[in-house]
């Protein structure tokens, strides 16, 4: 029902304008005292420090205080102990940086469906949130993965992958990512890297094999002196950014590939990408990438 109303104009637009008149005024009055930088900002930083990143996304703030459940991952109480734990106790911010939606402090440069959105979730969840968050640290954009279709314009979202881009680099890459999503194949993301490869793991509830994926990684990691992982998959990719970074840097990017895709093709609505999955959408029947050979040489490792 939901990809239905996000892709009816109409109804989504009508949905919008309802949001508008009920919560506005109702955001504004919020206590909004917390430090996140915003995606410019969050960009700099991550351009200019080789620290890991860990994404909360509203999914994850919800999953602190409540039984919730996504799309691709049941609520699970384990999974809300690990992410109380690193919003408990962030690592150095030398090693780690806890991200927020910059949303929950500001909605300027925002589209407008998106500030509407955020408007009504925060004006009944906002104390709820706010209790397990510290206003003494400082946090980046966990929006800086979504770029294309949470802000205005496309200057954020061409400077969003410039710097992406120039963090790998020249660099030994692992993508650990849901089965099918495969970033980067059919575009240029990570055409710059000197090396990728791939781990794949369960698309749907993740964290149910989570010993493994982390077992699985670290061995990788030893045996190929990778430089960087990214990772791409929902609130697992959190948890493994956390427990992964006093090894090396872990980015935690879910989105980041789908995005560009949407960019690339000029689509602000949830589009369907040929041979890759997100949950957003239905993939499409055509697999084009199941026996391409370049992918399935990338692959190093699996968790069924």
């Not at 030994?172 to 990728?196: C, K, P, Q, S, W």
């Given at each position: 029902m939901r990809k239905f109303i996000r892709n009816n104009s109409f109804l989504y637009g009508i949905i919008c304008l309802y949001r508008y008149a009920r919560y506005r005024r109702?955001?504004?009055?919020?206590?909004?005292d917390l430090h996140i930088l915003d995606v410019d900002q969050t960009l700099d930083y991550l351009a200019t420090h080789n620290i890991s990143l860990a994404r909360f996304g509203d999914s994850e703030l919800k999953m602190l205080y409540c039984d919730y459940s996504i799309g691709f991952q049941r609520y699970d109480p384990q999974l809300a102990a690990r992410l109380h734990e690193i919003i408990d106790d962030p690592r150095d911010p030398e090693v780690l940086m806890v991200a927020l939606p910059h949303h929950l402090v500001a909605t300027?440069?925002?589209?407008?469906?998106i500030k509407t959105a955020w408007w009504s979730m925060l004006a009944n969840n906002y104390s709820s949130i706010r209790q397990?968050?510290?206003?003494?640290?400082t946090y980046l954009d966990s929006e800086v993965s979504r770029t294309y279709s949470e802000y205005q314009g496309i200057a954020i979202t061409e400077k969003a992958y410039t710097v992406f881009k120039r963090i790998w680099?020249?660099?030994?890459?692992?993508?650990?990512?849901?089965?099918?999503?495969?970033?980067?194949?059919?575009?240029?993301?990570?055409?710059?890297?000197?090396?990728?490869?791939?781990?794949?793991?369960?698309?749907?509830?993740?964290?149910e094999s989570y010993d493994q994926i982390k077992k699985i990684v670290e061995e990788k990691i030893s045996q190929y002196d990778f430089d960087l992982v990214v990772t791409a998959i929902g609130p697992t990719a959190t948890v493994l950014a956390y427990d992964l970074s006093p090894q090396l840097r872990v980015l935690d990017l879910g989105h980041l590939d789908i995005q560009y895709e949407y960019y690339r093709h000029h689509s602000k609505k949830m589009t369907q990408i040929r041979g890759k999955y997100t949950n957003e959408v239905n993939m499409t029947t055509d697999d084009i990438y199941k026996?391409?050979?370049e992918y399935l040489s990338q692959i190093i490792g699996r968790v069924e």
């Open positions: 109702q955001y504004e009055r919020l206590d909004k300027d440069n925002a589209r407008f469906d397990n968050l510290n206003s003494r640290l680099r020249g660099k030994r890459v692992l993508i650990v990512e849901g089965d099918e999503t495969r970033m980067g194949m059919g575009n240029d993301l990570f055409t710059d890297a000197t090396e990728l490869k791939r781990i794949l793991v369960p698309r749907e509830n993740a964290f026996n391409d050979a």
